[in-house]
């Protein structure tokens, strides 16, 4: 059985077999892939975590072709690393005598993000859409709605904090813990929108979840970004 483990921004595709496979034998195998300790990281389907180490993975509704969120340990894959050269560089040469020394730029400060502009949910005309698809319209744009209500505002809130001068910001180790939970509870976001399958005739379902993915996903990519200028010590 294969099937997908996201870990921040890369894909993993797992093949284990099909019967009775258990969540601590994925951990492992999660665990020899990424290099964290196997009780180290959460793993979330369909919007739920994964607790009970000793249940079949298929006890949780995984199926060739899922989706799964690795979160936690360290929310982003490591960086490559860069080569280092062993040749010792020549000296720098002499300055002119009346040559100014430079001035090293001040260190740019990661750019707040705009004031938030969220535009209302797309309408759509349910009087050409059928009874279960129009259902399933519900459903997502009401998620999408409690998505915009309760966890995005948070989450453009902290952004703001970590636009501030580092003088300005709270401790390290509470920007840390928001940080990882904002990023899990973005993807748990996402993965309840991959929930959402619409059939196959269902393109307005379709459409109304891509875009709802879509703010998700942004979301998500933004506050990477700024957490990556902020530069936060002791990551």
């Known amino acids: 059985m294969s099937f997908t483990v996201k870990w921040g921004r890369e894909k993993i595709q797992v093949m284990v077999p099909p019967d009775h496979y258990p969540l601590s034998s994925l951990r492992e195998t999660l665990s020899t892939h990424t290099g964290l300790p196997p009780n180290s990281f959460k793993l979330v389907h369909s919007g739920a975590v994964m607790k009970d180490d000793n249940a079949p993975i298929t ?11 690795l979160v936690g340990g360290d929310t982003q894959p490591p960086r490559a690393t860069q080569p280092t050269s062993t040749t010792s560089a020549p000296p720098p040469a002499p300055a002119p005598v009346h040559m100014q020394r430079p001035v090293s730029p001040p260190r740019q400060q990661p750019q707040a993000p705009p004031a938030p502009s969220v535009s209302p949910l797309p309408h759509v005309n349910m009087t050409s859409v059928g009874g279960p698809e129009a259902a399933s319209i519900m459903k997502i744009q009401s998620e999408w709605e409690s998505f915009r209500t309760k966890l995005l505002p948070d989450v453009q809130s902290f952004l703001k904090v970590l636009a501030n ?12 813990m928001n940080h990882k939970k904002f990023a899990e509870l973005l993807l748990q976001a996402l993965l309840r929108f991959d929930s959402f399958q619409p059939e196959g005739e269902w393109n307005k379902a379709r459409e109304v979840r891509k875009g709802a993915v879509k703010e998700v996903q942004g979301m998500l990519d933004q506050l990477d970004g700024m957490w990556e200028q902020a530069k936060v010590s002791g990551r």
């Open 165 to 176: 001068p580092p003088t300005a910001r709270p401790p390290a180790e509470e920007l840390k």
């Open 59 to 69: 006890s949780y509704g995984i199926r060739p072709g899922s989706v799964l969120a």
